[in-house]
């Protein structure tokens, strides 16, 4: 039994970073653009990130080519952590019978309490590293840069001057903010991908192919996954990346309510959906790839235990 649990949180794990590779360059872009115009009303800043193909023109022009792919070493482990923690515990939650009816047909609240529960969870447990990367993604050309500019030169380097500067604390800052995040971005993906790839194969709905059903419901997994997690994202990026006092504290945001409140004053409700087109296209390829290599994974696993 201690096998089978060790392994449902490995294969979550491995199925976030096969996914995270992919997505990267889309999550450098979204980062850049819920930053940009930081508590400034609609033009009165420079507008360095139009669109996605601008972002990324800009970014290659100014940064190079590899700046795409900027905190993708923390972005892995991330990954690793995040989906590791709650994909293994949503897995539990289906081992232990608290997922399913008496048909064998997941229920949604019941899908929908265990994702939320466990993208809780996966948010605590990986926040410094998604603290570390939003400051790694931030960075840029003066040219080019929004919000704070944290100058880290790698992973370790940040993490020993967060810890340096403001104790083990410092590196849960903004914990809070991730945890309601992904809470709710964990929810509304795992919950819309069970329920939607269940009713496919119910009603014999593309199954041409033994993942296809997977690959249209993880479709619809992400769409439903960014409208929800967007302003919930913005409201984390700004967390992140603002700078601290001495004592830890943000220098501009006291916490999500704060951020929240500034952010309408300043930028308008508009502003919660900064970013949206770059985290979908982000979203779409992650989700796809994250939960059809964890069908993938998962019928690997079973096949090891029946041929153990």
Not at 19 to 45: C, I, W, Y
Not at 104 to 111: D, I, K, M, Y
Not at 258 to 284: H, N, T
């Amino acid at each position: 039994m201690i096998y089978i649990s060790t392994m449902d949180f490995l294969v979550g794990g491995l199925a976030g970073v096969g996914a995270g590779f992919f997505s990267n360059p889309f999550d450098v872009v979204k980062t850049r653009m819920q930053l940009q115009g930081e508590l400034r009303a609609r033009g009165k800043h420079a507008v360095h990130y139009k669109n996605v193909p601008h972002a990324m023109y800009n970014i290659v022009k100014h940064d190079g080519i590899a700046a795409l792919q900027k905190g993708l070493v923390p972005a892995l482990w991330f990954q690793l952590v995040v989906n590791g923690v709650r994909l293994g515990i949503y897995q539990q939650a289906d081992n232990y019978g608290l997922l399913r009816d008496k048909d064998n047909n997941t229920q949604f609240v019941n899908s929908l309490f265990f994702g939320c529960v466990s993208g809780m969870c996966g948010g605590l447990c990986g926040s410094p590293l998604q603290l570390v990367k939003t400051q790694l993604m931030s960075y840029s050309s003066q040219k080019i840069a929004v919000g704070t500019q944290h100058a880290h030169p790698g992973m370790m380097y940040a993490f020993q001057k967060i810890y340096t500067k403001n104790g083990l604390s410092g590196l849960w800052r903004g914990a809070h903010g991730m945890m309601m995040r992904n809470s709710i971005g964990s929810a509304s993906q795992i919950a819309s991908f069970a329920v939607c790839k269940e009713w496919m194969d119910n009603n014999n709905m593309f199954q041409q192919s033994k993942y296809l059903s997977a690959f249209v419901a993880s479709n619809i997994g992400a769409l439903v996954k960014t409208v929800f997690l967007n302003p919930m994202d913005v409201i984390m990026t700004r967390l992140y990346n603002q700078a601290v006092d001495a004592s830890g504290r943000g220098v501009m945001y006291a916490g999500i309510a704060d951020c929240a409140r500034k952010i309408v004053k300043a930028e308008g409700l508009i502003a919660f959906c900064k970013g949206m087109g770059p985290s979908y296209l982000r979203q779409a390829p992650h989700t796809v790839l994250l939960l059809v290599f964890w069908d993938m994974l998962k019928d690997l696993q079973k096949s090891i235990k029946l041929h153990a």
